[in-house]
């Protein structure tokens, strides 16, 4: 059963738009949710992370929108590049375990 | 240095096969972790080691035997896999293993066929 649900599953922009990749959650027990990008043939890296007493968070191009009451959170990132092109995931934990999205491909034209 | 280094970074390996994959930091991190990724799919917790003692493990099958010989390093035994063990075998670190979610570090993985 998977605890965060992430939209969409892919998306294509053009270089200066604005992907803005939806997550969804059910356990109110959640108290960390951070973003990881992966490009292929690596690993994840964390990009950027959010508590819930928080409703935005940026860092650089990157924003984070959570509503707590709607049990939502999203990303975006600004003035998108060709090198932004990656999978992101979206995560909560609570307790010690990370519960992944199922990822977001995003692909930047230029 | 803020790097998790893993090798080797891809292994074939027969159904009949031992092996071991390898995993090191030099971060003074003392939470070590194991995760498996399927391809187009998020990352799997299997293994957490904290203070080099195994905390968690998620139900992984003990084909898998994961070894933490020093605080810097973090193995994964390999012994009689199936083929769909085949994936994305990623370590990762963090400060500590705390309740309130370090940031996780990862390596680059090993990407691991079962044949």
């Known amino acids: 059963q998977q605890q965060v649900k992430q939209s969409p599953q892919s998306l294509i922009v053009q270089k200066g738009g604005i992907p803005i990749i939806n997550c969804a959650y059910e356990?109110?027990?959640?108290?960390?949710f951070p973003w990881y990008q992966q490009f292929p043939g690596k690993g994840p890296a964390l990009l950027i992370a959010?508590?819930?007493?928080?409703s935005e968070k940026k860092e650089g191009r990157f924003t984070i929108s959570f509503n707590k009451s709607a049990k939502q959170f999203s990303l975006h990132i600004m003035d998108s590049q060709p090198g932004d092109s990656a999978t992101y995931f979206c995560?909560?934990?609570?307790?010690?375990?990370?519960?992944f999205g199922a990822g977001t491909t995003v692909t930047v034209r230029a | 240095d803020t790097e998790v280094t893993q090798t080797p970074k891809h292994l074939v390996m027969g159904m009949t096969n031992k092996k071991s994959l390898k995993c090191e930091q030099h971060?003074?991190?003392?939470?070590m972790y194991w995760y498996k990724q399927k391809a187009k799919k998020p990352p799997e917790l299997m293994f957490v080691?904290?203070?080099?003692?195994?905390?968690i493990n998620e139900s992984v099958p003990s084909r898998f035997s994961p070894e933490c010989p020093n605080s810097s390093l973090l193995n994964l035994h390999l012994h009689a896999l199936q083929p769909e063990d085949s994936a994305l075998y990623l370590c990762a670190s963090s400060q500590v293993y705390s309740r309130t979610n370090e940031k996780l570090f990862f390596g680059s993985g090993t990407q691991l066929s079962v044949l």
């Open positions: 959010i508590r819930p007493d928080v």
């Open positions: 995560a909560a934990s609570r307790s010690y375990k990370l519960s």
């Open positions: 971060m003074g991190h003392r939470a």
């Open positions: 080691y904290s203070y080099e003692k195994l905390s």
């Open positions: 356990n109110t027990a959640f108290d960390y």
